[in-house]
């Protein structure tokens, strides 16, 4: 009787499909990391004088002179430490806070179906919901009054758009907070966090110092590239910081932003030496992070090995994560409401906590002139996210190929290449990379935009599927192609639809990624496409809130109906199988 071994064997496939599956994983890499290797070498060169487009055929450091000159450098870098370092350790502390208290329970459990749709939220239109709801003039300052009589004038101090960056730095870890949760849910099964705190427990440990010293230092080394990501954007973000953050001077990435669009092109040497100084200042810092990790882990293992009882104290993490998950779910939910008034609204003065009359207005004046961001939108985003989901699948499907054929995958390698678009700073290669574009004459072309929303698109996708897809039991597919007629047959009759919940979700994923992409569209679309993010960030360095609210409610919308189609069509696929319901 032939083994099941032997029977796959006869139905292996093709020599064809085994190149196409080993071509694939190169393919992408090139698709991603080519425009980055090209753009930082379009930046770096006029960082250096050499500029043919401007008649610059000479290297020399007359840009980063005139760079290291320029009014508000060093007010703007300050104000980039304080706002991106400070986002970043912030995030990272509320997750080990909420994991320290609500890690493993029936909260958290409910806290994951809400990742969905609270990640599916895009920056830009997430600040400017908090923007309506902090202001001095905001909804919060209108119920105080409302309740209490108190401050009947708007304040003159600012909690939003402050000279020194720390309401940046706020919004910016409520946003990256949910990423490195989702981040973080792939790693906590494998840490068996449960039986941990256990035995922890029996030892007369609490739950922070299991949590702290000995479940956190793993769980940090399996997030580092997540939380490296997360320092990345957040020391170089620019459509954030173009709505939350200080604006005379700004931080270094808009002022470089600045720079690069200024009239006077001899400026464009001035921004590219930013643009370089910033990457450099990056990875300094990741560096400083990865190299202080050594004395930090031989601190730990001294302190363990001398057996010192570290704490035997009650946890009151609980309470705090408990408010901590309260306060930032309540924000995104009131930033959503009060977006939504002002979207409605015909006349609201201050200190009413409700509109005194209600509009359509806003709404017909904006039909006219979002038809064309809104198509361009969809295009970009239903593309990429398309194109991702199909290299990502035959690039994880060559992964089972090479584990079938007992050859080695190098998963470390492939995380970190995933990574490099998401650490490397879209100021510093976005600009070489259009440079790059316009002597191919496709600057300003669909085709190079679609390029550049795929750079980003692909890691997220990749990250957000690799987990369920390498989870995923292969002996179905192995019993289904000893049953049927081949390979591809029990991928689409088997594999597919038991995956079809997280490759949806993919999808959506990158969906959400594109739409929330603004330089690429700014440099590599040239002024000749515009997206619902490009016209929101502009609407929202305006005065009209009640278009800034529309823009930024159509901008938060698609995600959710993608992430809302996600979730409903496996619900009806699989309405007559229980077990695939429960998967």
Request: proline share 7%; with cysteine.
């Amino acid at each position: 009787m032939p083994t099941l071994t032997s029977s796959l064997s006869l139905r292996r496939p093709t020599s064809l499909w085994s190149a196409i599956l080993a071509i694939i994983p190169w393919l992408t890499a090139a698709l991603f990391l080519l425009p980055i290797i090209v753009g930082l070498l379009g930046t770096w060169l006029p960082a250096f004088g050499y500029f043919p487009a401007l008649n610059e055929h000479s290297l020399s450091l007359t840009p980063w002179r005139q760079w290291l000159a320029y009014p508000g450098v060093n007010s703007s870098t300050v104000k980039t430490l304080i706002s991106g370092l400070g986002a970043s350790f912030l995030a990272l502390a509320m997750l080990l806070l909420i994991l320290i208290g609500l890690y493993p329970s029936r909260l958290f459990q409910k806290i994951e179906k809400a990742l969905s749709p609270v990640l599916s939220v895009p920056h830009a239109a997430f600040a400017i919901g908090l923007g309506f709801l902090i202001a001095p003039s905001g909804w919060l300052l209108r119920l105080v009054h409302e309740a209490t009589g108190w401050v009947a004038r708007p304040p003159v101090w600012s909690l939003f758009q402050d000279p020194y960056g720390f309401s940046l730095a706020v919004t910016l870890a409520l946003k990256e907070l949910p990423f490195l949760l989702f981040m973080s849910l792939a790693v906590l099964p494998s840490l068996k966090v449960h039986r941990t705190l256990w035995l922890m427990r029996g030892m007369g440990y609490s739950r922070r110092a299991t949590w702290l010293w000995m479940l956190w230092p793993q769980l940090y080394r399996q997030i580092r590239l997540p939380f490296f990501a997360v320092v990345a954007y957040s020391l170089t973000v620019v459509d954030l910081a173009l709505i939350a953050g200080p604006t005379t001077p700004p931080t270094l990435s808009v002022l470089i932003t600045r720079l690069f669009n200024d009239p006077d092109l001899s400026l464009r040497t001035v921004g590219a030496a930013g643009a370089t100084a910033l990457f450099l200042g990056v990875l300094l810092i990741l560096w400083a992070l990865r190299i202080v990790e050594k004395p930090l882990a031989w601190w730990r293992n001294r302190t363990l090995r001398r057996g010192r009882q570290i704490t035997r104290h009650t946890c009151p993490e609980r309470p705090i994560a408990i408010l901590l998950v309260s306060i930032t779910g309540l924000l995104y939910l009131l930033g959503l409401v009060v977006t939504t008034l002002w979207s409605l609204t015909l006349r609201w003065r201050y200190p009413d906590w409700l509109p005194e009359s209600t509009s359509l207005r806003a709404w017909s004046r904006i039909t006219g002139r979002i038809e064309d961001p809104l198509w361009c939108t969809l295009q970009l985003a239903g593309l990429a996210s398309l194109i991702a989901i199909v290299l990502v699948i035959l690039a994880l499907e060559n992964e089972v190929r090479l584990k079938q054929m007992n050859r080695p995958v190098n998963t470390r390698r492939v995380l970190w290449l995933l990574y490099l678009p998401l650490v490397v700073p879209q100021v510093a290669f976005i600009f070489g990379f259009q440079v790059s574009l316009i002597g191919l004459r496709w600057d300003g072309t669909f085709p190079a935009l679609l390029w550049s929303h795929l750079v980003f698109v692909l890691p997220y996708v990749f990250l957000t599927l690799s987990g369920p897809y390498r989870r995923f039991d292969e002996r179905y597919a192995w019993v289904a192609r000893t049953l049927s007629s081949g390979p591809f047959t029990a991928y689409w009759r088997v594999k597919f639809p038991m995956l079809l919940r997280p490759i949806l979700y993919a999808v959506a994923t990158g969906f959400a990624v594109s739409i929330a992409q603004y330089l690429p569209t700014l440099f590599v679309g040239a002024g000749r496409f515009s997206t619902l993010t490009t016209e929101a960030v502009a609407m929202a360095t305006g005065s009209d809130r009640r278009m800034m609210a529309v823009m930024a409610l159509w901008q938060q919308s698609l995600p959710l109906v993608m992430f809302a189609l996600a979730t409903l069509i496996p619900a009806l696929y699989f309405r007559n199988r229980r077990e695939m319901m429960q998967n």
